[in-house]
């Protein structure tokens, strides 16, 4: 008995070695800021601590927390019923969890942006983001803190515009200032931010757009919802190396601006501008499209929430217009409209007639390990492309639900699309509709202005993970033999309930084709 309890011993010593190495997670907790309510369906805990889920819309709720390296457990409770089903997202992550009667909890190594699915419950969205090493403080030599310093209002009840302005101003004069923002809910007007600065945002803390017209310059109308349109917080042309981060929101209030302001807001306005990184934030129900580089060099958005609405439209999150060397990295943007796409416009489009400067054509942008949720196009190019579109790269990204995966939509203008790469790309279902489109990818000219489109040419499509195909067939359609869809290459697409790449166009549903030349496919 003894000589089998001493092997028992020697054989389990090494699990119980590598179990005690194992580093567990440090959880930090986000307060809930004042103005949003707790969830009502869920709770949340990670490890052994409580996380506010903040109750958002009949879609689905948001948590927002951090975590340093190392491993915690997720537990997800309902609050009136056990749980019968459940879906963890992004699949490709492979997560499993174990359900005991209302509660379903799982394993995690390190940050990671998640929906769960349980029951017919709405969804969870849950953003864990990776702890910052280094921090600015409170106080200091550089530090501008709107509420030390400038007595900012931080109730959410009066407008507090010029107190947070005076901070940026001063920022700015000091040069490579930080305006420190602490938790509280901020008030304000149009904001312009100036060059060599940096914001920053504690968690708890919220710019909230107040909703009402007459505290905002109007920039743009917008003849699609008959309605004006603010640049809410902006750059000007020229502004350079600024920089925003924290675990702060920014709030449109959309669906109070447009309804009963009726004026609609982009979050984020960055015009003309160079060396532009935005990092960690949450962008949140924007009144039209949420955060635009426009007519910028050398951009970063990185570690971002956007989390806008299903019940109103053109609403898209992150619109890169005629910009160069722009990156969007590991990123969650859910809204009924576009999440992720690029356009370029004439001046007289009217949303663009104040920007600054001239058209310019659109190179070098890549959207890098973001999620997608909509009723539109999870990742696209276009409607508008009159400029040239160039050197356009989707990559290691996931479709949670749309109703087209990847896409070019060659509506407006009359330029041309060229080099572009959609690699990697997980397409979990395809739910929702988009004119008479329900399908996995689409390529095609609409002519919509009647200015005989352009052409599409050198489309690379490889390693896509089809989990839903829809219900319409993928389309590849020019306009007439000058203005086609050529040289798109299909390789390694996995189409549902099938273990090897397609061989074939018919394979992957691709048959309403017309005006195009060498298509192929690769295994």
């Known amino acids: ?62 948590a927002h927390f951090a975590v340093s390296k190392g491993q915690f457990k997720i537990s997800i409770s309902l609050t009136d019923q056990e749980i019968k089903n459940y879906n963890i997202s992004p699949k490709k992550l492979g997560i499993n969890g174990q359900v005991k ?48 310093n400038f007595k900012a209002d931080k109730t959410g009840k009066t407008l507090t515009t010029s107190a947070i302005q005076k901070a940026i101003d001063a920022a700015a004069t000091f040069i490579n200032g930080t305006i420190y923002v602490p938790a509280g809910v901020y008030l304000i007007g149009n904001l312009e931010l100036k060059s060599n600065i940096s914001v920053y945002f504690e968690p708890g803390a919220v710019f909230l757009f107040s909703g009402r017209a007459e505290d905002y310059t109007a920039h743009a109308r917008k003849a699609s919802q008959n309605r004006n349109i603010t640049w809410w917080i902006y750059t000007k042309a020229g502004a350079k190396n600024i920089n925003l981060y924290g675990a702060g929101t920014l709030d449109g209030n959309g669906k109070i601006a447009t309804e009963k302001g009726n004026i609609g807001n982009h979050i984020l306005a960055i015009m003309g501008t160079e060396n532009f990184v935005m990092d960690g934030l949450i962008i949140r129900n924007s009144g039209a499209w949420a955060v635009l580089p426009i007519r910028s060099q050398n951009v970063k958005l990185l570690n971002f929430k956007l989390f806008n609405r299903f019940d109103m439209g053109e609403n898209d999150g992150v619109d890169v217009i005629e910009s160069e060397n722009v990156l969007v990295k590991h990123a969650i943007g859910i809204a009924l409209d576009d999440p992720f796409s690029t356009k370029t416009w004439k001046q ?33 190019i276009g409607q508008g492309i009159m400029q040239p579109q160039t050197a356009i790269k989707f990559k290691n ?30 397409i979990e279902r395809l739910s929702y509709q988009n004119d008479d489109h329900r399908t996995w990818a689409i390529f095609f000219m609409q002519n ?7 052409p599409i040419s050198d489309i690379l499509v490889r390693n896509i993970k089809v989990r839903d195909a829809g219900r319409s067939p993928v389309k590849i359609k020019g306009i007439n033999e000058v203005n ?13 309930n099938q273990t090897q790449a397609a061989q074939s166009l018919k394979e992957m549903n691709i048959t309403d084709i017309t005006f195009s030349e060498n298509i192929k496919v690769k295994p």
């Open 1 to 62: 008995m003894k000589k089998l309890a001493c092997i028992l011993f020697y054989l389990l010593l090494p699990a119980f070695v590598y179990a005690d190495k194992i580093q567990q997670a440090k959880v930090f907790s986000y307060p809930l800021p004042s103005i949003y309510q707790k969830s009502t369906q869920f709770t949340l805990a990670a490890g052994v601590v409580e996380i506010p889920i903040v109750s958002y819309n009949d879609k689905y709720d948001y």
């Open 348 to 380: 007289d489009t009217d949303l663009c007639r104040n920007w600054p400067g001239k058209p310019l054509p659109q190179k070098n942008v890549a959207f890098e390990d973001c999620i997608s949720w909509t009723y539109c196009y999870g990742f696209k």
């Open 397 to 426: 990204c996931v479709v949670y639900d749309a109703a087209v995966g990847i896409g070019i939509h060659h509506k407006w203008g009359a330029s041309y699309v060229k080099n572009v790469v959609f690699d990697g790309i997980d």
């Open 484 to 496: 086609s869809i050529c040289d798109l290459t299909f390789k390694n697409v996995v189409m549902p």
């Open 448 to 454: 919509g202005d009647k200015l005989g489109s352009g």
């Open 101 to 148: 009667g209302n509660q379903l909890t799982f394993d995690l190594n390190g940050a990671a942006y998640l929906i769960v699915k349980i029951n017919n419950k709405r969804e969870l969205v849950i953003a864990i983001d990776q702890q910052a090493i280094s921090l600015p403080k409170p106080v200091g030599k550089g530090i501008f803190n709107v509420d030390i």
